[in-house]
DNA sequence: GTGCATTAATAAATTCTTTAATAAATATTG
DNA sequence: CAATATTTATTAAAGAATTTATTAATGCAC
């Protein structure tokens, strides 16, 4: 009876992909033995391990990854999901889960493993898809801190034993672990720096809905900048339009704006992209940014820099943040408790909020 | 001799996955009936498949990917290799190519296929990694247009009988296929634009060395409009100044350019990154674009329509790009013969290059 | 230096879960 | 009832990891 796979090696060499067993029979010792050895087993003498890791690089062979995965029961994997934002114009991905996708990138990278990406649409049934199936050992969502409609998914993941971070707020109705930027903080920020300028009739350019968690939060900041700045005989005015998260709903919202209030003097907006349409709406009609209106923005996405006027806006770093989830998922897998992350985020001040120097030609 | 996995089930539901043994078990079938059942084979009647599918939702069990691909001997996953860019600032990536992730991501989903995403520095030995280590049936890769460095690997590749495409220009000297945009005729396209203006004096802005095929074809095209452009008693003239794929770069390259030529009319950057450098630095020499001096850039990044002035560029469609690079890797897959496609890229027209309509404040 | 326990190194056998090929059983039809 | 068609069961891979078994080598007491 002889050994099928020794002998086929002989017909085309680089017709059939060697394995464990071939490499066994060169090296006249057992697939077992192979095995430890390239694993780095003490269990194999450091003499043969060489001359099998030698066997094994020089019949160009790799680890069978489906084979090693089934047999350990692990994957070295984990799953990027992102949702289909629907709110979103074409099918383009919100750019600053893009960015964040960099960081995750060589954050799993750097631990050895590897990262499936995939969209999902928030109504699907994507729980059974991964973990479930052993394709990934741990999930990283993004795009789901929606908790009214993402709550029962995210519940049955965590009965299911399932490993999950979530990108956002680390809301108290959610199961499970978030690693996401304090939102509030930000808004409070940006609004205090507009404030700070003597600014008194502010608006917020975001929608508030339950359904848009990040924007509320970082309107809920918006007004307690208001309300600290208020006094008696100067009181501060805020306003609030609904915008999601487009260019084009920005440009709307400052429609809307201006034909109630002309005496408006600056724009909180919830995201660069709101701003970027804003800013174009404000131009088209005629008003010079910070000059007399001044905008705001709220990620720094690369963009941000590049536009006249450059934006003043909310620095989430994006390699941190990609960092930070992949340690929190990496700590969850190995049964380490964790907590969630709140990350502080950073005002960066640029040309388009300063009211007093109004430097746009 | 009862079966284990059956006994198991009734101790602790949720902690252990349920496997198609288990299922087969509950049904009263066997285990390779079950693996029909649920792949939806003919061999298998409605009801008894109906019966299987409603026992295998109610279990919550998911075929086990790593056994199911080890068998199958496929893995219904393709990598994305994405060159790391040591030339571009920090760890960024090129974020054209993160927006080609975009529809590569919706085209794999499309069809079935999960994306595994990596970052691969050009001089590691990756080969072996992927489609070697059975994690996947395919293999994009990005960033490797740089043929002197990538060639060797790429044929190492193609020996071993991997599939890959390849997105950037077809180059004859690369094995394998490719997908790719037009890079001459990009070029040719907004130099024309130009010089149709009746600018005569331009600047190339890129790194044309060998190791940039993409920058240095669209240098070729540059060339190929001045060329049409240029007549006897009115030449035409032309410039090129390195420049990497950065902002930095765009704005040294400007700065050394102003510095020996005060009468250039338009700047014809290698990319839109390049571009914005370039705009801020002639800007902060106090010079308005494009009323004193025009530019363009290629790529129509997201933020080309942001900037002041919205700046005239190149269009890659990446959600088309993507599509295409899928399809030419499942055909390969499919043992398809394939054919590198080349794509023609758009000149869209923004307020950063009319020279006439000096539009800007 | 022999006998026995101990340790190291390796081999053999089993396991992970699924799919595919083949065999067997049942149902259907002429 | 034989012959075919349909359905289900059995068995055999797929390739590596791991548990268990075997062999060889070493240490120590007598």
């Not at 609030?240 to 400052?254: F, I, L, P, S, Y």
């Amino acid at each position: 009876m002889p050994k099928r796979n020794s002998n086929d090696v002989s017909q085309e060499p680089s017709k059939r992909k060697a394995t464990s067993i071939d490499i066994a029979y060169k090296a006249g010792v057992s697939q077992s033995t192979v095995s430890r050895a390239l694993s780095g087993s003490p269990l194999v003498s450091e003499e043969t391990r060489q001359r099998i890791q030698a066997i094994a690089d020089d019949m160009n062979y790799t680890v069978d990854k489906n084979a090693s995965n089934l047999r350990s029961q692990s994957t070295k994997t984990i799953a990027l999901l992102l949702a289909d934002d629907p709110t979103t114009d074409d099918s383009h991905i919100n750019p600053f889960f893009l960015s964040l996708l960099g960081g995750i990138t060589h954050s799993t990278a750097k631990r050895g493993f590897d990262l499936l990406v995939s969209f999902q649409q928030l109504s699907q049934n994507w729980l059974a898809d991964y973990e479930e199936a052993h394709r990934a050992d741990g999930l990283i969502l993004l795009g789901y801190g929606d908790y009214v409609s993402a709550k029962d998914k995210l519940i049955t993941l965590k009965n299911a034993g399932a490993h999950f971070v979530l990108w956002g707020p680390n809301h108290k109705e959610l199961p499970g672990h978030s690693v996401g930027c304090n939102n509030e903080q930000g808004a409070f920020l940006v609004t205090e720096h507009l404030l700070s300028q003597g600014l008194k009739k502010l608006a917020f350019l975001g929608d508030i809905s339950p359904s848009n968690p990040e924007f509320h939060t970082r309107y809920i900041g918006f007004n307690q900048a208001l309300k600290k700045y208020s006094t008696s005989n100067n009181p501060t005015q805020g306003l609030q339009v609904d915008a999601h998260n487009t260019e084009a709903a920005g440009k709307h919202a400052v429609e809307e704006l201006l034909n109630n209030h002309h005496d408006l003097q600056g724009l909180v907006c919830a995201s660069d992209t709101i701003a970027f349409g804003a800013i174009k709406a404000l131009h088209s009609k005629g008003l010079k940014v910070p000059k007399d209106i001044c905008v705001t923005g709220f990620d720094d996405m690369a963009a941000a820099a590049y536009i006249t006027p450059s934006l003043t806006t909310i620095r989430q770093s994006t390699a941190q943040a990609g960092e930070l989830l992949v340690q929190q998922l990496m700590q969850q897998i190995q049964s380490t408790p964790v907590e969630s992350i709140t990350l502080m985020p950073k005002l960066v001040i640029r040309d388009s909020s300063l009211a007093k120097i109004s430097n746009t030609p």
